[in-house]
């Protein structure tokens, strides 16, 4: 039976095929679908330092297509420019004044964002070329806005440097460091009396509360049995008969109430008492006037 196909047909079909599975791997691994339809547009752009071939196309944060090629333009009327052939979903229809805004993520790398003109309702067609904006990465701001700032800082930040290599070798640092050592040492030994303190003498201590507190339980028990009623009527007995005593000292019409409130007799003795006085100082001054002795009778 005749061969259909010869051994160099096979070995062509063969090689084919693997050069189209090989282009087709290589494509899948940069993100490129080679059997999905897409749609080809054209993005003007003046910068696309950190833009690399198969960076992404989003919409609103949704991937719609890629970036397939890139270009510079020397030749005419856009020289100076850098085109960039994207590819977008076949579904996905720009309208016009639309714009692709070039944006850096801190570990994406760089990508385009499309900006859709949602007001109008007429369409590009495939194969016109859309206006590109660079917006500038994270990167270019630092360099941009920090880098100033950290160079004015690095003067101060090295003589707040040296200022500290002279504090750290000063000999006062050193001495407090072996103050705060010895402080240590002596806080290790406190501590360590005061737990011996606190298992010797805490025991005792605490035996002591509980003997008290025992003592107090049988006074408390005391305390109950006593007739507490009996022993208030009896205080407020004698509280009545002090108060009876009271009234009978501030009473004029007795005895002890005359004595205490009579002010003649208060005179009277106040009287009496300095004329005693007068008569004991006078005896003490001539005492010949009042005692007599005779040696013969």
Do not use: C, W
């Not at 003592?215 to 005391?222: C, I, L, P, Q």
């Amino acid at each position: 039976m005749k061969k259909i196909f010869s051994k160099e047909v096979i070995i062509a079909v063969i090689t084919l095929v693997s050069l189209f599975l090989l282009y087709s791997g290589l494509n899948y691994l940069k993100g490129i679908n080679v059997f999905k339809p897409s749609n080809h547009y054209y993005v003007l752009m003046s910068n696309v330092s950190e833009l690399q071939r198969s960076s992404p196309v989003y919409v609103d944060g949704f991937k719609i297509g890629i970036v397939n090629t890139i270009d510079y333009q020397y030749d005419n009327e856009e020289q100076g420019k850098i085109v960039v052939l994207i590819s977008l979903d076949k579904q996905m229809r720009v309208e016009t004044g639309s714009y692709a805004e070039m944006k850096s993520g801190l570990t994406s790398g760089a990508y385009l964002d499309l900006k859709l003109n949602r007001y109008v309702s007429t369409y590009l067609e495939v194969g016109d070329t859309i206006d590109g904006v660079t917006n500038p990465g994270l990167m270019d701001k630092i360099a941009k806005d920090m880098l100033p700032q950290v160079e004015k800082i690095l003067p101060r930040l090295d003589t707040i440097l040296m200022g500290i290599q002279v504090l750290v070798n000063h000999p006062a640092l050193s001495q407090s460091l072996d103050h705060i050592e010895a402080a240590t040492a002596s806080l290790q030994k406190s501590s360590r009396q005061l737990d011996a303190l606190l298992a010797k003498d805490v025991p005792t201590i605490v035996g002591n509360l509980n003997q008290a507190s025992s003592d107090f339980t049988v006074v408390s028990g005391n305390l109950k049995e006593l007739d507490l009623k009996q022993t208030l009527e009896t205080m407020n007995g004698a509280i009545q008969n002090m108060n009876q005593v009271t009234k009978q000292l501030n009473n004029p019409n007795n005895t002890l109430g005359l004595l205490l409130n009579d002010r003649s007799l208060y005179n009277q003795l106040d009287s009496t008492a300095r004329n005693a006085s007068i008569l004991l100082q006078d005896i003490k001054q001539h005492p010949k006037n009042y005692v007599h002795f005779s040696v013969f009778k």
